[in-house]
């Protein structure tokens, strides 16, 4: 089946310690993106890529990091230098072109304790 | 700058009740997109619909329908007879249109809560 996934679901680290989230889709979109949703909140845009080996930040990307070598993956790594990181991270991809809808994975859920 | 605004934050109805939820957008684009996201309580966001400025048109899907408004820069979604799998947070979100630029703007989300 076509999709997108995110692994893992529930992930906890220990403050100060960089954490890497996975995101992977197949289903041949160009573009990709990560979000942080806190509780209450809308849905806020940390980076986007709309091809490989190119991103551009999105409204909150200080203490995170992307790459994007590959169309089907696009990681995203907290960093310590992020100061609030608990949260649901959720990674989209699209077609990246003309009448665009951005389809979601299941999230995941990063505590840091 | 763009903005949507969702002044319900939560809505508790009854098995079968009708109910309405509110979408108010802002934008300075001619050509934009506005969309209607579902999130159960599992987490994945599940797309629901996507409307273009130019088509005004309302929109039923099955107990679903979808009253868009430029006028008031509104976008509303009605369930009817709603069930208790309707239970979610729903997300209204804009996008501009044309360019490269295909950011979503979220709304904060109405908590919908069916009770049997």
């Known amino acids: 089946d076509g999709g997108i996934t995110q692994s893992p679901k529930y992930l906890f680290r220990k403050e100060g310690q960089n954490v890497t989230l996975s995101c992977e889709q197949n289903?041949?979109?160009?573009?990709m993106y990560w979000y942080r949703q806190d509780p209450g909140q809308g849905l806020r845009l940390i980076y986007y890529?709309?091809?490989?080996?190119?991103?551009q930040k999105g409204d909150i990307a200080e203490g995170y990091s992307v790459s994007r070598e590959k169309k089907e993956s696009f990681p995203l790594t907290v960093t310590s230098a992020q100061k609030n990181p608990t949260a649901f991270y959720l990674c989209?991809?699209?077609?990246?072109?003309?009448?665009?809808?951005?389809?979601f994975g299941p999230g995941t859920r990063l505590t840091v304790l | 700058a763009q903005k949507v605004t969702q002044a319900q934050t939560e809505i508790s109805v009854v098995e079968k009740e009708d109910v309405t939820l509110d979408c108010v957008y802002e934008?300075?684009?001619?050509?934009?997109?506005l969309f209607w996201y579902k999130q159960p309580p599992s987490g994945e966001l599940v797309f629901l619909i996507r409307?273009?400025?130019?088509?005004?048109q309302n929109e039923i899907s099955g107990r679903y329908s979808w009253n868009f408004q430029k006028s008031t820069s509104s976008f509303n979604f009605t369930i009817t007879a709603s069930q208790v799998v309707d239970s979610a947070v729903y997300f209204c979100?804009?996008?501009?249109?044309?360019?490269?630029?295909?950011?979503?703007?979220f709304g904060k989300g109405t908590l919908l809560t069916v009770n049997p």
């Open positions: 989209a991809s699209s077609i990246g072109r003309g009448t665009d809808t951005q389809y």
């Open positions: 289903l041949n979109h160009d573009a």
């Open positions: 890529s709309q091809i490989v080996n190119d991103f």
């Open positions: 934008t300075r684009d001619t050509t934009y997109y």
């Open positions: 409307r273009n400025s130019f088509d005004e």
């Open positions: 979100a804009l996008r501009r249109g044309g360019g490269s630029n295909y950011k979503l703007t």
